[in-house]
């Protein structure tokens, strides 16, 4: 009965990976014949015209080596990765998201190969020379970043912004605020003119990044080597974290969003900002493109003013699975997308090149956008995400942001159930140990 059991576990397994590969139509990862990549993007997006580019470089570089380039849905990836991975038929590079929770997991279980030496070699520690690029991409044998060995490579970042509507601000005689003081006065006029300022969502996880970008605002240097990297004692009784708190409440107390916020969903947050219902959106600049094409009014973006930090980091990791065949020509296809070809592909369609030259974009709201990237790169201002440091911290935050959104709770509680989860997780850590 157990040898039957173990069967129809290995035989799922099996299933489960041609499903999500799609191998059985396509090559096989042959050695030295075949290259098999797995990425997460829309064809249409910066990133998929940037990397359909890359495969065509490839392919004239190697016209020997088939190439398969199939996209999977980052959820079942995400969560089948251990599945996927321990099996003999696996990609030879693919695209997975970082962080301990991410990359970190799969290279402390052996599952993602070192790519330090690939690093040396191909001096992708000079192109990606920003400590805040690097961050993301090495990982300690606990899974931890920040230190250790390389075990992803990215190509494209991402930030939090403030996005508005310039025909309604030049209708109403508004300015793009340059301090806090200016936003705040900002979202007051607004509301006086009998429009919701903000266009926001709480069900899902934009309001997380609201929090937390007023959270940053008075942030230390230090933050991201303490709470994000577990380097030192976070200290959670710091004013920054209640006043930062109590901000992100009032944001929703004072009318700036709609009072439905919890029910708001992400795509829910966007059509009331590309309606014109709202004139104002902080969210990521994953919005970019989309509104560069469905935005039917003149828009721009800015960044939050004053702030000593802000959450952003690389985007997804290109990743090589230790069971990889063809590891050589991986890394190979890795380096195209960090030429500056294909990067400048990925700016020029609204994406976030950190290998690219902002000079070369033509489109001057696209060219400012990824400058403003760069500088909080080079600044080492890119805080990363607050749900990055253990598993499970996404969901319990998601919650805690609920809380803040409907003050259902005081910002002094919010931050102890926070300390709470973070401590806990530290404790379950072996990086804490």
Same mark, same amino acid.
């Given at each position: 009965?157990?040898?039957? @059991?173990l069967?129809? !576990?290995a035989f799922?397994?099996?299933?489960l ?8 139509s396509?090559?096989?990862?042959? =050695?030295?014949k075949?290259l ?5 993007e829309d ?7 940037? +990397?359909?580019r890359a ?5 004239e570089?190697?016209?020997d080596v088939?190439?398969k #380039?199939?996209q999977?849905?980052?959820?079942s990836?995400?969560t089948?990765?251990q599945v996927?991975l321990?099996?003999n038929d696996v990609?030879?590079?693919m695209e997975f998201?970082?962080g301990?929770a ?5 290279a402390?279980q052996?599952?993602?190969s070192p790519l330090? =030496? ?5 001096? +992708?520690?000079?192109t990606?020379a920003s400590?805040s690029?690097?961050q993301?991409?090495?990982y300690?044998t =606990? ?6 060995d390389w075990y992803?490579?990215?190509?494209y970042?991402e930030?939090?912004l403030w ?5 309604? *601000?030049?209708?109403?005689?508004l300015?793009?605020?340059?301090? @806090?003081?200016e936003l705040?006065q ?5 509301k006086?003119l009998?429009v919701?300022p903000?266009a926001?969502s709480?069900k899902?996880?934009p309001y997380?990044?609201?929090w937390?970008?007023y959270?940053?605002?008075d ?6 080597n ?16 209640s006043?930062?708190?109590a901000?992100?409440e /009032?944001?929703?107390?004072?009318g700036?969003?709609s009072?439905?916020?919890t029910?708001i969903?992400?795509e ?5 900002f &590309?309606?014109g219902?709202?004139p104002?959106?902080t969210s990521?600049?994953?919005w970019?493109? @989309?509104l560069?094409?469905?935005?039917? *009014?003149? +828009?721009?973006? #800015?960044a939050w003013?004053?702030? /000593?930090l802000n959450q952003?980091?690389v985007g ?8 990889a ?5 991986a890394?190979? #296809?890795?380096d195209i997308? &960090? @030429?500056?070809e294909i990067? /400048?592909i &990925?700016?020029?369609n ?6 690219? =030259?902002?000079?070369a !974009?033509t489109?001057?709201r696209?060219?400012k956008?990824?400058?403003?990237f ?10 990363l995400y607050?749900?990055f440091?253990?598993p499970?911290?996404f969901?319990e ?5 609920q809380?803040?959104a409907?003050g ?9 159930i926070?300390q709470? #989860?973070?401590?806990?997780?530290l404790?379950?850590s072996t990086?804490?140990?």
């Amino acid at each position: 009965m157990k040898l039957k @059991r173990l069967g129809i !576990i290995a035989f799922a397994a099996s299933a489960l990976l041609a499903a999500l590969s799609g191998c059985a139509s396509g090559p096989t990862a042959e =050695d030295g014949k075949s290259l098999v990549i797995w990425n997460y993007e829309d064809e249409s997006s910066a990133m998929g015209q940037a +990397w359909k580019r890359a495969v065509e470089v490839f392919k004239e570089e190697h016209p020997d080596v088939k190439v398969k #380039f199939a996209q999977q849905a980052f959820t079942s990836t995400k969560t089948n990765a251990q599945v996927l991975l321990s099996g003999n038929d696996v990609p030879d590079v693919m695209e997975f998201n970082k962080g301990a929770a991410g990359a970190g997991q799969l290279a402390s279980q052996g599952l993602i190969s070192p790519l330090t =030496d690939a690093v040396e070699k191909y001096g +992708w520690d000079k192109t990606l020379a920003s400590p805040s690029l690097q961050q993301l991409s090495r990982y300690t044998t =606990d899974g931890v970043p920040g230190d250790g060995d390389w075990y992803g490579i990215p190509n494209y970042g991402e930030y939090i912004l403030w996005y508005y509507n310039k025909d309604f *601000f030049a209708e109403h005689g508004l300015q793009v605020p340059t301090t @806090r003081a200016e936003l705040d006065q900002l979202l007051a006029d607004i509301k006086g003119l009998g429009v919701t300022p903000v266009a926001a969502s709480a069900k899902e996880f934009p309001y997380i990044h609201t929090w937390f970008q007023y959270v940053l605002q008075d942030a230390p240097a230090d933050w991201v080597n303490c709470y994000q990297l577990l380097e030192c004692k976070v200290d959670f009784d710091a004013p920054y974290w209640s006043e930062g708190t109590a901000a992100a409440e /009032n944001l929703v107390k004072d009318g700036y969003t709609s009072p439905n916020i919890t029910g708001i969903t992400h795509e829910q947050m966007g059509v009331n900002f &590309l309606s014109g219902k709202s004139p104002l959106m902080t969210s990521g600049s994953w919005w970019f493109g @989309r509104l560069k094409s469905e935005a039917k *009014f003149d +828009w721009d973006a #800015f960044a939050w003013p004053e702030q /000593n930090l802000n959450q952003g980091s690389v985007g997804n990791l290109w990743v090589v699975p230790t069971k990889a065949k063809n590891k050589d020509l991986a890394y190979e #296809f890795i380096d195209i997308t &960090l @030429r500056p070809e294909i990067q /400048n592909i &990925l700016g020029e369609n609204g994406g976030l090149p950190i290998a690219g =030259d902002p000079s070369a !974009i033509t489109d001057e709201r696209t060219a400012k956008f990824t400058t403003t990237f760069q500088e909080l790169a080079n600044s080492n201002r890119l805080a990363l995400y607050p749900d990055f440091p253990f598993p499970g911290y996404f969901e319990e935050l998601l919650k805690d942001s609920q809380s803040v959104a409907n003050g259902s709770k005081t910002p002094e509680e919010i931050v102890d159930i926070v300390q709470k #989860f973070y401590e806990d997780g530290l404790k379950n850590s072996t990086a804490g140990k």
